[in-house]
Every structure is written in C-alpha cells, then in structure tokens.
T-cell receptor
Framework: QKEVEQNSGPLSVPEGAIASLNCTYS??????FFWYRQYSGKSPELIMS????GDKEDGRFTAQLNKASQYVSLLIRDSQPSDSATYLC??????????FGKGTRLSVIA | KAGVTQTPRYLIKTRGQQVTLSCSPI?????VSWYQQTPGQGLQFLFE???????NKGNFPGRFSGRQFSNSRSEMNVSTLELGDSALYLC???????????????FGEGSWLTVV
C-alpha cells in the first residue's frame, strides 16, 4: 500500500515568517511530486511540481526533494494570511495514479 | 481556456438512491480521474479513464462506476447510496493521464454529495 504522510497541523506561523511543510512517502520508485493548495470549500489547485533531487523555486514557494530519504517539503517565504489553507502533497509512481497525503492545515496569523 | 467543469455542484440524496455526476475536462485533455474527499480519509482515488477506457481503479466497491465518452467527458455513478458516501467528489483532467510520470492533473470545483 503506497502511502504519503503529512502532519495534519494546524501549523501556525506569523505573517512574514517562513512556513515549512513536510511530506514523506513510502514508494521508493516514486518519480513525480506535487504540492496542491486547497482553501476551505474549494478544490485543490497545483502550486508546485518537482521531479529531481534538490530545490525548485517559484516566487515565494520552494519545493525540496530528497529521494534517498523519501522526503519532500514545501517552504513558503514571507507567509501571508491568504496562504492559510490546507496543503496537499501528492506522489506519482509512474504507472499508478497520484496518491495524496491527508494534508497539512496552515494558519498564517496577521 | 475553460477549466474542468463538474455538474451538479451540490446535491442531496436519500439512502438507497443512485446518483450520476458529470465532468467535462479541459479542452484537449484525454484523461479524466475521479477522487472522493472526506474529512477523515482525505483524497482517495476512484478511477481513471483515458480514451474511453478505464485505466486504473481504486479500492472502492462495485457500487461506484464510471465511464468516459468519445469527447472525453466522463460520468461517475454511485448506486445504492449509503450515508458514508457523503463527500466531495472531485474530477481531474490531464493531457495524457496520471500514469504518465510528470503529467499534471487539474481539478474541477467538485460535486458536494450529501446522503441523508
């Protein structure tokens, strides 16, 4: 059973701080990794995708991947109250559907 | 470019009834996946269709079924509804399907189903 684990939170950070969201996965052959943001009552929207070890930056967001440790993280710099949402980690292992974690709830306090 | 469209957005059904949900993918996308989202279980994969063929299926009972039409539109059906089927049902479309590494999926707004 392929699993993706996330701390459910809530993770509370002050406005302007760095929010760090973590995700571990069980399938060693996983190849593609995604972070989705989901606001309450809305559907998930894609924030970042990462496929290679290391960091990938997009604006205030940085995804970090360590395949040896089976670990992927998302950093949000200069956190804003509008970043308050649930962040879903999703992992793909080639010929299988995306497997999602249950999400981490982030609360950015103004 | 229009996104993924799901209908209906909200519905209430009675135990034992059946329900059909519809999804129109992004234009040009040939793969449609369905997910069930509940507070306790998170996002769980139901099935994936590509070019009218079911390519993957999740761990759900046979009461859950789906199909895809030649224009890539998809429907899912749940028969003999149970209280536990109350959930947000999300449709996602992608160009080539979730089975392709690196492929990105985009979600529709979802259909909120309440079974009473």
């Amino acid at each position: 059973q392929k699993e993706v684990e996330q701390n459910s939170g809530p993770l509370s950070v002050p406005e302007g701080a760095i929010a760090s969201l973590n995700c571990t996965y069980s399938d060693r052959v996983s190849q593609s990794f995604f972070w989705y943001r989901q606001y309450s009552g809305k559907s998930p929207e894609l924030i970042m995708s990462i496929y290679s070890n290391g960091d990938k930056e997009d604006g205030r967001f940085t995804a970090q991947l360590n395949k040896a440790s089976q670990y992927v993280s998302l950093l949000i710099r200069d956190s804003q109250p509008s970043d308050s949402a649930t962040y879903l980690c999703a992992v793909n292992s080639g010929n299988t559907p995306l497997v999602f974690g249950k999400g981490t709830r982030l609360s950015v306090i103004a | 470019k229009a996104g993924v469209t799901q209908t209906p957005r909200y519905l209430i059904k009675t135990r034992g009834q059946q329900v059909t949900l519809s999804c129109s993918p992004i234009s040009g996308h040939r793969s449609v996946s369905w997910y069930q989202q509940t507070p306790g279980q998170g996002l769980q994969f139901l099935f994936e269709y590509f070019s009218e063929t079911q390519r993957n299926k999740g761990n759900f009972p046979g009461r859950f079924s789906g199909r895809q039409f030649s224009n890539s539109r998809s429907e899912m059906n749940v028969s003999t509804l149970e209280l536990g089927d109350s959930a947000l049902y999300l449709c996602a479309s992608s160009l080539t399907g979730t089975s392709a590494s690196g492929n990105t999926i985009y979600f529709g707004e979802g259909s909120w189903l309440t079974v009473v």
